[in-house]
């Protein structure tokens, strides 16, 4: 077994999923098989070897820091399922 | 000739000689779509009235002397990207009533430069599939065959253009996802070097992978429509600042002095005969155009697809955490707390495939498996990175097979994800590396499906790409051909 129905739980919760126990069994069987496959990694030796995070050191440039225009507030509330002129709407958290 | 089915380098000749107008043009596309896309679904939103609007500008645009290239030329984009004013669903649920507030950055530049924008097209949900059949709105057909896969995941802008409904198309590919449906359907598809092309307004798969490109009825489309889409933004920070040479100027004939590169890792076993017959026509067609032939190994090729999936779904699961239920659209009816917000627009809004990458994305970031999983792919990424350093010291340009099969039937992958995943093998390393590539018609099998053949080249070498795709039709002799639909 490389990965349990609990981790699976576990790892579900942290992504903000949720699923039926017969959902949870499928998926544990598909990743356990899939993180399986990906052992043959362990038999590269990777000693000393940096990790890459982009294909090119340069990628990630930042701008300089100035102010620009940017989407209009009515425009990027638009879409939201709930809103007030100004505010994403969400349930009461306090 | 019916125009719908004309490249666009002989559209922009009969437009520019005032033999056809723009309006007719997008009209033939827009009749064609009527009549076929029923039965192939390449399409999810049809702007016909805006796309009859803009033609008519582009017509008007002409006449004051003012047309550019692309002005006038009607084509698709795939449902990933930002089109001010309409849908952008990606595919999924999630994202069904969500209208784009802004054009993404190739948009903007279609729009100035009058290009036709017809419509959205079909692909897997997120990008993250291999078939198109993950889509949420219909699954695109495979135009040349019947009950046959289009590939994905952009598998609408395949068919549109393979089947005469779109002149080109816009696609974005993370491991393959425009080279392995243009090759599936016969038609070009490049995936230039990561950083050429401007994201600002992709919906985001994978960033250290996604990249947007064309996908064309032949080589001299594929240049042009590359060239318009190029070019710095500020506003994506992988935008690198390079200089955009003339890639239609790159299309001469002949390949005397260039070094082509065939890697034997992409000749392993379970390749499909037929497949591996066509990349060798390939290889023989460019010696006799006066290519140097050299025998070149990527060592870490059998590594790719594990470090692909691991490092694609880590990113997923950081990218999509953005679809909450609060921002896009969607959000779950009934929900008492924020939490539930979140769980149930997410745990409805997502399809099977798109959550077990998130969660597979998740787990591979998560305390205590990290090193083991996450770090352990970047630095093998790394040495994948490295074979392709020392190849292109060997050599111009690699060629291989797109695919280890040609277009498969609809559900034969479902129950196995690795299978389907281990499909891919082909055409991520291009990816992992950030090197350009490019998918090229190459033949067909006995059944008649097309095979295409896969081209790789250095960091920002588009240029030989294009150069040896010319040569490949010229030699093959196989340009562009209208799928056989009605």
């Known amino acids: ?94 | 000739m019916s125009l719908n089915t004309m490249t666009i380098v002989q559209a922009e000749k009969a437009m520019a000689a005032g033999e056809i107008s723009a309006v007719e043009l997008t009209a033939s596309c827009l009749k064609q779509i009527e009549a076929v896309d029923g039965r192939l679904s390449a399409f999810i939103t049809v702007d016909e009235e805006g796309a009859l609007g803009q033609a008519r500008e582009a017509d008007a645009r002409r006449k004051r002397g003012e047309a550019r290239p692309l002005c006038g030329i009607p084509v698709s984009i795939k449902d990933v990207l930002c089109v001010k004013g309409m849908g952008a669903t990606c595919g999924s649920k999630i994202l069904e009533h969500f209208i784009a507030p802004y054009d993404a950055a190739v948009i903007e530049k279609l729009k100035a430069a009058g290009a036709v924008i017809l419509g959205k097209v079909a692909m897997d949900e997120f990008a993250m599939g291999s078939t198109s059949e993950t889509c949420a709105f219909g699954v695109p057909e495979n135009p040349w065959l019947a009950g046959h896969v289009a590939g994905g995941s952009s598998g609408g802008s395949a068919v549109s253009v393979a089947a005469s409904e779109a002149l080109a198309s816009l696609g974005s590919d993370t491991g393959g996802s425009i080279r392995q449906p243009a090759s599936l359907c016969g038609v070009t598809g490049m995936k230039p070097t990561y950083g050429r092309v401007s994201r600002y307004g992709l919906i985001a798969y994978a960033s250290s992978l996604d990249q947007v490109g064309p996908l064309c009825r032949d080589t001299a489309d594929t240049a042009l429509l590359l060239q318009a889409i190029c070019g710095h933004d500020r506003r994506d920070s992988t935008s690198m600042e390079m200089p955009v040479p003339d890639f239609t100027a790159a299309l001469t004939d002949g390949m005397k002095g260039a070094r082509i590169g065939v890697p034997k890792e992409y000749f392993a076993e379970g390749l499909d005969e037929e497949v591996a017959a066509v990349a060798r026509r390939g290889i023989e067609a460019l010696a006799k155009a006066g290519a140097e032939i050299v025998d070149i190994s990527l060592p870490h090729m059998p590594y790719c697809v594990a470090v692909y999936y691991l490092l694609a779904t880590a990113e997923a699961s950081s990218n999509l955490a953005r679809f909450d239920g609060v921002h896009y659209g969607f959000r779950a009816d009934g929900c008492q707390s924020l939490i539930d917000v979140y769980e149930k627009s997410r745990s409805q809004g997502f399809g099977a495939e798109v959550k077990r990458r998130i969660l597979l994305g998740t787990y591979a970031l998560s305390a205590g498996y990290y090193d083991a999983y996450y770090k352990k792919a970047s630095q093998v990424r790394t040495l994948i990175q490295e074979d392709f350093t020392a190849a292109f010291k060997q050599c111009d340009a690699l060629i291989s097979p797109v695919t280890t099969s040609p277009a498969w039937p609809f559900g034969s992958g479902q129950d196995d994800p690795l299978a389907l995943y281990l499909s891919d093998i082909l055409t991520i390393s291009a990816n992992l590396a950030g090197i350009p590539a490019m998918s090229v018609p190459g033949g067909f099998s006995g059944t008649g499906l097309p095979i295409g053949i896969q081209l790789q080249a250095g960091h920002f070498n588009e240029e030989i790409l294009l150069k040896t795709a010319h040569n490949l039709e010229r030699e093959l002799g196989i340009g562009w051909r209208p799928a056989p639909v009605a």
């Open chain 1, 1 to 94: 077994m490389n990965i349990t129905r609990d981790e699976v739980l576990h790892v579900a919760t942290l992504a903000r999923l949720s699923m039926t126990e017969e959902e949870l069994a499928a998926m544990t069987a598909r990743l356990d098989a899939l993180l399986g496959y990906f052992d043959l990694l362990q038999a590269v030796n990777t000693e000393g070897v940096a990790p890459t995070t982009h294909p090119f050191a340069k990628a990630g440039a930042l701008r300089d820091d100035a102010p620009l225009s940017s989407l209009p507030v009515a425009d990027a509330l638009a879409n939201a399922p709930a809103a007030t002129t100004e505010f994403f709407v969400v349930p009461r958290v306090l």
